[in-house]
C-alpha cells in the first residue's frame, strides 16, 4: 500500500520533501506572475477597427454639436 502524505486544509497545495524543500519554486502554471499571451492578430484588428468607430462616433457628435 502507497505512503500516504500530509494534506493541508486547501487540498490544493504542493507537498515538498528533502533537503532544498525551500529553494523549490512553483511550477509556472501556479504562478500568479505569469503574463497572458498576447490577443491573436485577428482580435488586435478587431479591436483598432472598434476604436476607429467609437473615435469617428465621437467626431460626428463634436462636429454636430459645434456647428
Do not use: C, Y
Not at 467626431?59 to 454639436?65: G, K
Amino acid at each position: 500500500m502507497p505512503e500516504q502524505h500530509d494534506v493541508d486544509e486547501r487540498h490544493d497545495s504542493i507537498l515538498i520533501e528533502g533537503d532544498d524543500a525551500d529553494h523549490v519554486f512553483p511550477p509556472p502554471e501556479l504562478d500568479a506572475f505569469t503574463p497572458e499571451p498576447a490577443p491573436p492578430e485577428k482580435a488586435r484588428n478587431v479591436m483598432w477597427l472598434a476604436v476607429a468607430i467609437v473615435v469617428v462616433i465621437v467626431l460626428v457628435v463634436l462636429w454636430t454639436l459645434l456647428r
